[in-house]
């Protein structure tokens, strides 16, 4: 029986393990056979994480946060989760090899997903021209004709963040009218620097070794044109990956895991989750990491109380789990209550 379980290994899934595995825990750390380290593993150069004033590559960052979590004694598995069973004192987290373990708590900080274009040259030309996050990259387009895809907050925020730098940008929607708040639409609208290309769709992304222009195709009348770019950022929503999750735990109107307020406590007793699994707006590594810290001091307190609840019942919970049962409830009965309101109020 392992202490904690933290499935995810971002920024939010590191920052857990150091801080378990400094209180001792023992944590176990499942990090994806193929996507470990998150989605910073396909991030350039990182600029706006402290403590590396000169930047320091995604990649580069995410090892050093695996070697940090090691380093005090964290369990790193390159395994795949394919199924968990979170209700009840002892979690289970199925993996693709390592088969079945066990723990008195799990961490969720399975991140999400950047939704893609789903184009042919949209793998093979990131981090060449195609980002999807201005204030990671928004810096290497200075002078440059950029576009945005997309309707929403994320585009207009990102359209308008990346007029810092690029000398003109384009956003392609593919309606004539925007899903963005007002406010974001207006601030997009009065901005000198950007150009909406309405009724138009993406439909291919040109260029050897970087991208060098895209083909459009009108919405309405299915016309193409070319429009040379020196970059393209796709900002057409985010994915939490919460799909171990469904049935089980709690979700907002946004489709994340509900916590309970500032807090990690998900729905379940014993359950916590951290970055961008729980948040719709921020996504940053920083915002993740702080995150990640949050769960870990939550867990330790679930475990600290449990322990207390059990030596209180004076019964080995190996032995009597009834009565480990008992223990549990009584010592998470106030979090999962409180997650439930949260995420009845957030739904
Ligand atoms: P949204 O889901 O709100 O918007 C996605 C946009 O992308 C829509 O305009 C959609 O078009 C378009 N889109 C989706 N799929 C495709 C596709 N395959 N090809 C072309 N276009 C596509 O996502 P956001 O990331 O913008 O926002 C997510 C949440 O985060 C929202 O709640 C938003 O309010 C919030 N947010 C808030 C911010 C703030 O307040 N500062 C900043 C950023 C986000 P269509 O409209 O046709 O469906």
Not at 49 to 77: C, H, N, Y
Request: glycine share 10%; hydrophobic share 40%.
């Amino acid at each position: 029986m392992r202490n904690v379980i933290i499935i995810g290994s971002g920024p939010a899934g590191y920052t857990a393990a150091i801080y378990a595995a400094r209180a001792n825990l023992k944590p176990v750390l499942i990090a994806s056979s193929v996507e470990a380290g998150g989605e910073l593993m396909n991030t350039t150069e990182v600029e706006n994480f402290p403590g590396f004033p000169q930047g320091i590559q995604g990649p580069d960052l995410m090892f050093k946060m695996q070697e940090q979590a090691e380093r005090f004694g964290t369990e790193v598995i390159l395994d795949d989760v394919t199924e968990v069973s979170l209700d009840g004192p002892v979690k289970t987290v199925t993996t693709g090899y390592s088969g079945t373990l066990e723990a008195r708590s799990v961490i969720f900080a399975t991140g999400s997903a950047y939704r893609k274009l789903g184009l042919a040259d949209e793998e093979r030309l990131s981090g060449r021209g195609i980002s999807w996050c201005a204030t990671c990259d928004g810096f290497f387009f200075k002078e440059k004709t950029i576009a945005v895809v997309g309707g929403g907050d994320s585009a207009m925020e990102e359209a308008t963040f990346l007029t810092r730098f690029a000398s003109k940008v384009y956003v392609i929607h593919r309606k004539d009218s925007l899903r963005a708040s007002k406010i974001m639409q207006e601030r997009a609208f009065q901005n000198e620097k950007i150009e909406f290309l309405w009724n138009n769709e993406v439909v291919g992304i040109n260029g050897e070794n970087a991208v060098e222009s895209v083909t459009l195709r009108n919405t309405v009348d299915g016309s193409e044109q070319v429009l040379p770019l020196g970059g393209l950022f796709v900002a057409i929503g985010n994915d939490p990956r919460v799909h171990l999750v469904h049935q089980q735990l709690e979700l907002t109107s946004d489709g994340v895991i509900a916590v309970d307020g500032r807090s990690s406590r998900t729905s379940l007793a014993g359950v916590f989750a951290a970055g961008d699994v729980i948040d719709p707006h921020y996504r940053q590594a920083i915002t993740a990491a702080a995150s990640g810290t949050v769960a870990a001091l939550d867990m330790e307190s679930y475990l600290a109380e449990l322990e207390q609840a059990e030596a209180h019942l004076d019964v080995p919970a190996e032995q009597e789990p009834e009565a480990e049962a008992e223990a549990v409830e009584s010592a998470s009965a106030r979090a999962a209550a409180s997650a439930s309101e949260a995420a009845t109020v957030g739904a």
